[in-house]
C-alpha cells in the first residue's frame, strides 16, 4: 500500500509539472518547455529549468500555450492581461472576464506581469535613477632636473528614458612648472544639456555650459541655448547625432589691466559620433561650429576624438584628443589649443558591468 501511495504521488507531481509547463511547438517540429517571459515579435524569450533563459527567432515558432498570465500590448499601447495561446494565426487570451482574440499584426509585445512592472517603472525613474557614465583621472609628475605637475580631470554622467535624456560632462586641465612657479595649463570646461524626443529621430535640446582657460586670458565664458538634434544612426554598435541650434554667448577676457566682454548670439552646427569597435573598446568623436550672428568675424570651432578601453569591470584607460580654435583671441595669444591626455578611469550605473 506505501510502495502504491508513492507511486500515485509521483504520478500526480508529473501530471502537475506537464500541466504547469508551459510549450512552445517550432516550426521544425521541435518542441520546448518552460515559463515564458517575453515576446517583442523578434525574439521569444523561455525560462527553462535545463538551460536558464533561451531566446528562440519568434519566425522560427510555431505555436504556443502560456499556463502562466502574460501581459498583451497591443500596437494601440492598451494592454490585456491572461494566459496565452496561438490558434489560427491569431492569439487567445483568456481574461477574468473572458477569452479576447487578438490578431497576431495587433500585438506589440508580450511580457510577464514582473518584467511588465519593471518596465512600466522605467517610463517613470525618479531623478536619481538611471544615470551611467564615469570620470577619469591622469597625472604626470616630474621632479630632479625638472618640476613640472600635469594633472587631467574629467567626468561625464547620462540618464535616458524612452522619452528623454540628461547629459552632463566636465574637463579640466592643470599644468604648472614648480621651478619657475608659471603655469602652462589652467582651464575648465563643463556642459548640462536635456534632450526630448519629439519622435523617432528627431529630439529638441536645451543646455547651459560654461568654462574658464587662462592661458587664453579667458575670465568666463556662458553659453546658454538650445535647438533641434536628429538620430542620423541610432543601433547598439554605432550612433551619430546632428544638432542644430541657436544660443547666447557672454565671455570675459583680461587684455592687460582692462576686461574685453563680448555678448555674441551664436548658432551651433554639430555632430556627436560613438563606435563600438568591441565589447570593450569605443571611440567618440565629436565636432561644433559655433559661428556669431550678430560679429561674423567671431566664431569658435571645438572637437574631441577619444578612445575608451575597459580593464575589467568598472576600470577603463582613455585617451582623448581636443582641439579647440577661436578666431580672435586676446592680442599675444594663439587661436589654436591642442589637448593630448590619456589616463585610468571608473564608469558606474547600468553599464559598469
Known amino acids: 500500500m506505501l510502495k502504491l501511495t508513492k ?3 509521483i504520478v500526480w507531481l508529473c501530471a502537475g509539472a506537464m500541466v504547469n509547463a508551459e510549450q512552445v511547438s517550432l516550426k ?16 521569444l524569450v523561455l525560462k527553462t529549468a535545463y538551460a536558464g533563459d533561451v531566446s528562440i527567432d519568434w519566425a522560427s515558432v510555431d505555436q504556443f500555450i502560456s499556463d502562466q498570465p502574460l501581459v498583451v500590448t497591443k500596437t494601440n499601447q492598451q494592454t490585456v492581461t491572461g494566459t496565452v495561446k496561438s490558434e489560427d494565426g491569431n492569439y487567445v487570451v483568456s481574461t477574468p472576464q473572458g477569452a ?25 525613474p525618479s531623478m536619481m535613477e538611471g544615470w551611467t557614465g564615469g570620470g577619469n583621472f591622469g597625472l604626470a609628475l616630474a621632479r630632479g632636473n625638472s618640476d613640472t605637475t600635469n594633472v587631467a580631470l574629467g567626468f561625464d554622467a547620462t540618464r535616458k528614458t524612452t522619452k528623454d ?10 599644468t604648472t612648472d614648480g621651478a619657475t612657479h608659471t603655469t602652462s595649463a589652467n582651464s575648465f570646461q563643463g556642459a548640462i544639456r536635456y534632450d526630448r524626443n519629439l519622435s523617432k529621430r528627431l529630439f529638441a535640446y536645451a543646455v547651459f555650459a560654461g568654462g574658464y582657460d587662462e592661458l587664453q586670458d579667458l575670465n568666463y565664458r556662458l553659453m546658454p541655448g538650445g535647438g533641434l538634434g536628429f538620430h542620423a544612426i541610432a543601433t547598439p554598435k554605432t550612433t551619430l547625432d546632428l544638432l542644430f541650434g541657436l544660443g547666447y554667448t557672454r565671455e570675459s577676457f583680461s587684455s592687460g589691466p582692462t576686461y574685453q566682454v563680448n555678448n555674441l548670439i551664436t548658432a551651433t552646427l554639430g555632430d556627436e559620433f560613438g563606435y563600438k569597435l568591441g565589447p570593450r573598446t569605443t571611440i567618440i568623436q565629436n565636432l561644433y561650429y559655433l559661428p556669431s550672428l550678430n560679429e561674423t568675424s567671431n566664431y569658435r570651432v571645438t572637437g574631441n576624438f577619444g578612445i575608451t578601453t575597459k ?11 581636443n582641439d579647440r580654435y577661436f578666431s580672435q583671441p586676446v592680442l599675444g595669444n594663439k587661436n589654436n589649443d591642442i589637448l593630448f591626455t590619456t589616463g585610468l578611469g571608473f564608469t558606474f550605473g547600468a553599464k559598469a558591468k
Open 7 to 9: 507511486f500515485l504521488v
Open 28 to 43: 521544425n517540429g521541435d518542441h520546448l518547455t518552460g515559463t515564458i517571459v517575453s515576446m517583442d515579435g523578434k525574439k
Open 100 to 124: 479576447q482574440t487578438v490578431a497576431k499584426s495587433e500585438v506589440a509585445v508580450m511580457r510577464s506581469p514582473a518584467d511588465q512592472a519593471t518596465y512600466e517603472k522605467s517610463l517613470h
Open 165 to 174: 535624456s540628461w547629459v552632463i560632462d566636465a574637463a579640466s586641465i592643470y
Open 311 to 321: 580593464l575589467n569591470g568598472w576600470m577603463t584607460a582613455n585617451m582623448l584628443f
